[in-house]
């Protein structure tokens, strides 16, 4: 059984910008930016232009499972997995 980002009994249609900046383990500032430029799955602003972000439950869950980042748990934001590009090193060495 694969991990979700928020749990299965979560039965909210929507989530908040610092619930999926926290379940993620990126600053908000990044998921807002993501967001903006329609890079995360089920982002949404119910006022337009400028208000707040909101985020489909069902449609950040598939994202998430698309980006391969099912290793964070519910409950251990920012847990031991990068999220997004590692960086390179210089030198070669690993």
Not at 77 to 82: C, F
């Amino acid at each position: 059984m694969s991990e979700t980002l928020l749990t299965v009994l979560d039965a909210r249609a929507t989530v908040g910008l610092k619930e999926v900046a926290q379940r993620i383990g990126i600053p908000v500032s990044t998921v807002r930016r993501l967001a903006g430029e329609g890079k995360i799955g089920g982002a949404f602003q119910p006022a337009g232009d400028g208000g707040r972000w909101r985020f489909k439950r069902l449609e950040l869950e598939a994202w998430y499972e698309r980006q391969g980042m099912a290793a964070i748990k519910p409950g251990r934001p920012g847990a031991s997995k990068r999220v997004g590009p590692q960086p390179k090193r210089k030198g070669g060495k690993k």
